[in-house]
């Protein structure tokens, strides 16, 4: 009897293996504009990835990458980390995930032109790749697209499954002389997301991060 | 066809509904023998059925409380059985204990009374020396001699009072002696007083032992010949136990809700956080495992050391077998409990770990500040982790009661509730049969006309009748 309810435990122990992590994970990716207009607002990335740690579990991951010229590509992922199963590694790797993410905030150089559309491809390849069950792609930037010439960005995303957020989206000066442009930017992509099959927000009081995750 | 339509086959809707009431109540009138056979058969039937599925529920109840009784029963002789099997170990124990003492305490009254007897012997008072100069000096009294007598009778007296304080040193010497003798005996008649008092003690503890003995043997003695009393006695006692037991088992419950808490979050760290069987976490569920073994190796520690009797099997195993499992399930409960302490201890250093981690994200460093006085909440959680298998052990007791106490309250509830249900089957049975009979009276309501009518016509055939009799009668006369 002893010995039938102890291989009841190993059976029990080893049974992890038909369930995959992943199916109930979530997948973060953060978008961190490093254009002229937006440089000085970079700092508040570290406020929203530090939020959003404290509220990502083991087998949880994230990303945070800049926006810059040409965003599609991996060379512009700063930090990437996948949790392990484990809650103490998984916390080790949370803190070191916050001190690249800090290096990354001090040594920001300013980017000329801002390519969020590659941006977000690369976020919705980095998600996919992961499967986690919920992904959600955050964007701190004021959502105004500048690409330099010859990027072609005029492609159609499949945002299935995703939400996407901007965050703390800042009115340009020339916002301020006719706002129907800042309007009409966030409609654009609200309906560009939306189009895609993904959920649209916007946050601009980043001390109300409580939605988020 | 509606009822405006009825009312227009002539062309005054009043006659037209007269006439329909007319038809209506003579159809009912003519169909009325049919119908109440009808209503009838159909309450019958029903009201029958209802009382047969009422005997059915009867029976069944009834068999239900013989299976109850005979369960009761059993349970009670073995209960029986198991109190006067340890009354009559108590008092093996307490024979073999003081007949293993016997010899040595009669050697010991024996020695005693010996050392009695001898020094009664030797205490025994001598008598004082008879006078020997009594005579002589009545001699030398009627001697004619004028003063040689008187000397001789100086010399005489101081002989003899000499003689007296010798014989009375030696009578006080001899006193004391006697005195010293008795002094001697009197460790030995406590002796004698506390041997003869502790065998009193061993007896009216025997005695006592007899009379409970009795008590039970009378108790057991009735449950066999299945007296209702003792039937009623057992019914009570078992409806107590259950509820105690139940009690005790939430308890239980909530101290293995205690253990789970304090090795569930480690469990994380062994099996992963993120895993799942089902809705619920790998995690929880081996940490829900270990109790579970825990509590089986209790289990099974009291079924070798033959406390509870859930398993005849292990009951029925040779005694070094049971050794032998007592001290394996031993083992086994110690190891698990070391187990949990270490996991405790692995809780705390987890937790610290993640509130250092998230002050550090929050950017709180006041949170990260360790208390002093935190060895305090770690020792007590590991104290904790190692007592509380070996507490969940004792879940083994109020288990077999609960297990042997639910049978007898489950079978009463089950009687009761058939017993509930033969009365609704009973009620309805005879509600249906009533509920015919007026079935039968509102049919007749509307044809109060035709019915009244039908009466008179009969009273006066029966009047008619009768008046022929009486004019034939009449004519005879």
């Given at each position: 009897m002893t010995r039938t309810l102890l291989l009841l435990l190993a059976a029990a122990l080893g049974l992890p293996a038909c369930a995959p992590p992943q199916a109930r994970s979530t997948g973060v990716y953060l978008l961190v504009d490093t254009s002229g207009?937006?440089?000085?607002?970079?700092?508040?990335?570290?406020?929203?990835?530090?939020?959003?740690?404290?509220?990502?579990?083991?087998?949880?991951?994230?990303?945070?990458?800049?926006?810059?010229?040409g965003s599609f590509t991996e060379k512009d992922i700063i930090a990437k980390a996948t949790f392990d199963d484990r809650p103490s590694t998984a916390n080790a790797q949370k803190r070191a995930f916050a001190s690249r993410v800090e290096k990354f905030i001090d040594q920001s150089p300013p980017a000329p032109y801002t390519d969020i559309t590659g941006g977000l491809l690369q976020a919705i390849e980095f998600l996919n790749e992961k499967r986690s069950a919920h992904k959600e792609i955050l964007i701190l930037s004021d959502m105004k697209e500048e690409l330099a010439k010859g990027y072609v960005r005029d492609i159609p995303l499949d945002f299935k499954g995703f939400d996407v957020v901007a965050l703390n989206v800042t009115k340009l000066r020339s916002d301020n002389f006719d706002p129907r442009q800042y309007l009409g930017r966030l409609d654009e992509w609200r309906a560009r997301v939306e189009k895609g099959g993904g959920h649209w927000r916007v946050i601009n009081d980043l001390d109300h991060l409580e939605g988020l995750l | 066809m509606s009822m405006s339509s009825l009312l227009t086959f002539t062309p005054w809707p009043a006659v037209s509904a007269a006439i329909l009431?007319?038809?209506?109540?003579?159809?009912?009138?003519?169909?009325?023998?049919?119908?109440?056979?009808?209503?009838?058969?159909?309450?019958?039937?029903?009201?029958?059925?209802?009382?047969?599925?009422?005997?059915?529920?009867?029976?069944?109840?009834?068999?239900?409380?013989?299976?109850n009784r005979q369960?009761?029963?059993?349970?009670?002789?073995?209960?029986?059985?198991?109190?006067?099997?340890?009354?009559?170990?108590?008092?093996?124990?307490?024979?073999?204990?003081?007949?293993?003492?016997?010899?040595?305490m009669h050697r010991r009254l024996s020695e005693?009374?010996?050392?009695?007897?001898?020094?009664?012997?030797?205490?025994?008072?001598?008598?004082?020396?008879?006078?020997?100069?009594?005579q002589a000096v009545k001699v030398v009294a009627n001697l004619d001699a004028r003063n040689?007598?008187?000397?001789i009778l100086s010399d005489i007296h101081k002989s003899m009072v000499k003689a007296h304080e010798e014989a009375m040193d030696d009578y006080r010497k001899a006193s004391s002696e006697r005195?010293?003798?008795?002094?001697?005996m009197a460790p030995d008649w406590r002796l004698i007083q506390q041997a003869l008092g502790h065998v009193h003690k061993s007896v009216e503890s025997v005695i006592g032992r007899s009379q409970t003995i009795d008590r039970h043997m009378e108790e057991y003695e009735a449950i066999v010949r299945g007296e209702d009393r003792a039937l009623s006695v057992l019914s009570s006692s078992s409806i107590v136990y259950f509820f105690i037991s139940a009690l005790v088992l939430a308890v239980a419950t909530a101290g293995t809700a205690v253990n789970f808490t304090l090795i569930a979050r480690p469990m994380a760290e062994m099996v992963g956080g993120t895993n799942f069987i089902g809705a619920f976490r790998t995690a929880d569920i081996a940490a829900l495992v270990i109790i579970m073994v825990e509590i089986s190796m209790g289990l099974f520690l009291m079924e070798s050391l033959r406390i509870t009797r859930l398993f005849p099997v292990i009951s029925a195993l040779s005694d070094k077998i049971r050794v032998r499992m007592v001290i394996i399930t031993f083992l086994i409960l110690l190891m698990m409990a070391s187990i949990e302490a270490g996991l405790a201890y692995m809780r705390e250093v987890l937790l610290l770990d993640e509130m250092a981690t998230n002050a550090l994200l929050r950017g709180d460093n006041s949170a990260t500040l360790v208390n002093s006085h935190l060895w305090i909440t770690t020792a007590a959680q590991m104290g904790m982790g190692f007592v509380l298998p070996f507490a969940l052990v004792f879940v083994a007791i109020p288990l077999e009661t609960f297990v042997h106490s639910l049978r007898t309250v489950v079978g009463l509830i089950g009687i009761a509730v058939l017993q509930a249900?033969?009365?609704?089957?009973?009620?309805?049975?005879?509600?249906?049969?009533?509920?015919g009979a007026l079935a039968c009276r509102l049919y007749d309501l509307p044809l109060f006309g035709?019915?009244?009518?039908?009466?008179?016509?009969?009273e006066r055939a029966r009047n008619g009748a009768a008046g022929r009799e009486e004019t034939a009668a009449w004519k005879e006369a």
């Open positions: 207009s937006y440089n000085r607002q970079v700092t508040k990335a570290e406020q929203i990835t530090l939020y959003a740690l404290t509220r990502l579990q083991s087998a949880d991951s994230i990303a945070v990458a800049r926006i810059d010229t | 009431l007319i038809l209506l109540v003579t159809a009912l009138y003519l169909a009325r023998t049919t119908a109440h056979q009808a209503i009838e058969v159909a309450a019958g039937a029903l009201s029958r059925g209802l009382r047969i599925a009422a005997h059915s529920v009867i029976h069944a109840q009834e068999r239900l409380g013989a299976r369960v009761l029963l059993a349970a009670g002789r073995e209960s029986k059985e198991r109190v006067v099997e340890r009354e009559f170990a108590r008092v093996a124990d307490t024979v073999r204990k003081d007949l293993a003492g016997y010899p040595d005693a009374i010996l050392r009695i007897e001898e020094d009664q012997e030797k205490a025994a008072e001598a008598p004082p020396e008879a006078p020997g100069w009594a040689a007598g008187a000397e005195h010293a003798l008795l002094r001697r249900l033969a009365l609704i089957l009973r009620l309805l049975g005879n509600g249906a049969r009533h509920l035709p019915l009244w009518v039908e009466m008179r016509m009969r």
